[in-house]
């Protein structure tokens, strides 16, 4: 039984980024995760089905995320190859494209991610040239999912992963955030593909990620949605050094992200690294968990708002 104020919110911001990534999850389950009763689940039923209109009921045996209903549906790519443009949700494409005479040479805070599979080339070899590419196609796919469903942009398809971001073109606060968000998803996407995998190859594959945030200036933007960014401040470089340091099938982040989720998120510090072209080591952490639905004032609040002073006319 979760009792007090605090404890409550704690506890719905946990809920919530666990249903955003799961997308789906049994009453059964959600008690067994986070240790909770029958009035626990109706407390946050009310609060998330009726109050915030995030989260559905099915059947009332399971909890739904309820989706934006402007994001359209990836669906898995088969063998044919896989086009960037035709995996966009209409309306990212609409509004990159409606914008970018506006952005194009702005300068932009954002957050980049890096994004492959690890050991690719001895899945690739395993595997064989078709199967390989079946699989990649599929990839690309689980990776644009999350990417898109957070409304970063992807620079980038590499051979065996993506350049993304956030906050460019489509400007937005809390990039950052998103991005950590986006990279939750993507493990959590990929343990289902996985499962596909196993069942189909009896293999599976491990994902490394890397965020790191800074400034960067838009280029050019073509109509298949194509980008050109000047990086600023060794704001790629870092990000990819993250990513190539990274566990399998986890996010790490630079202490350049990390300031700016601050109580957002929970992180785990690896200690610094000397990085190529900084003169300084640079602190990484693993990104453990989001919180979905906090934001700045609820950390405070948290913590504990300062006293009013000199307030008494």
Sequence with gaps: MIKGEEDFTALLERVSTFLMVEQRVSYRGLKRQFGLDDEDIEDIKDELIHARQIAADEGGRVLVWRQ?????????????SFRADSYTPNHLAEKILSIRSAVEGEKKQVTVMFCDIAKSMELAERLGPEKWHAVINEFFAVLSEA???????????????????????????DHALRACMAGLRICANMRRFNERLRADYGESV????????????????GDDLRMDYTAQG????????????????????????????????????????????????V????????????NRFDISRRRGLSRFVGREA
């Design 234 to 281: 060794q704001v790629v470089g870092i990000a990819s050094r993250m990513e190539t340091m990274s566990e399998s099938d986890s996010v790490t982040v630079s202490e350049f992200t990390a300031r700016l989720v601050g109580g957002l998120c929970e992180l785990q510090s690896l200690g610094t690294q000397e990085v190529k072209g900084v003169s300084s080591p």
């Design 68 to 80: 934006d209903t402007r994001s359209t549906q990836i669906r898995l790519a088969g063998p044919a």
């Design 147 to 173: 990417v898109h469903f957070l409304e970063g942009t992807i620079n980038q398809y590499t051979g065996d992963g993506i350049m993304a971001l956030f906050g460019a073109p489509i400007a937005a606060e």
């Design 283 to 294: 602190e990484m952490f693993r990104l453990i968990s989001a919180q979905a639905t906090a």
């Design 206 to 221: 491990s994902v490394r990620i890397g965020l790191n945030s800074g400034e960067v200036v838009v280029g050019t933007i």
